[in-house]
């Protein structure tokens, strides 16, 4: 991945930043190493430093333009599974929130909203752990899908809704 300046990458599989530069840096006290200077979109005040040496598994490219609008228009081929144990879901969420394949997020987030109407039907609410994982999944899609697309992060779920002929 290159990382030439003012291009935009995704830091921790959440955060968009733009790179400042890269620069030879002594952080630790011992040694020099080539950090990645990024500058989160959304925290103008922040500053992160990530070695080049690792840099590969901290940072990714934004997804296209094209490749988020075939995510959306495979949303309604994805596949949901739920999983009954609490606690191995919780672990499956996880998993899937930690990493960058957005298939297994929008399957991860189509089973919660499944799993959401089925229980609000019998006047019950998602557990709290479903619900968090859930946010943090729309949070994801919502901040890349936005930012990609040129739209408010708010407008993303409207956005997909109207492309699948739903709204």
């Known amino acids: 991945m290159q990382f030439s300046e003012g291009k935009c990458v995704v830091y921790r599989s959440s ?4 790179v400042i530069g890269v620069e030879l840096k002594c952080l630790d006290g011992v040694r020099e190493r080539e950090y990645c200077i990024l500058c989160p979109i959304n925290s103008a005040g922040a500053t992160y430093y990530v070695p080049l040496d690792c840099a590969e598994d901290k940072l990714r490219e934004l997804l296209t333009k094209e490749q988020v609008l075939g995510l959306i228009d495979g949303m309604r081929n994805t596949e ?3 999983c009954d144990d609490g606690n191995e879901r919780k672990a499956r969420h996880n998993e899937i929130l930690s990493g960058s394949n957005y298939s297994r997020i929008i399957g991860m987030t189509r089973s919660l909203y499944s799993e959401k109407e089925k229980r609000s039907a019998q006047g019950k609410k998602l557990l709290a752990a479903d619900e968090r994982a859930m946010k943090a ?6 901040r890349e899908f936005g930012y990609v697309l040129g739209i408010e992060e708010n407008m993303v779920s409207k956005f997909i809704k109207e492309r699948l002929g739903e709204a």
Request: aromatic share 8%.
């Open 137 to 142: 999944a729309e949070t994801l899609i919502n």
């Open 15 to 18: 955060e968009i930043c733009r």
């Open 80 to 82: 949901t599974e739920w």
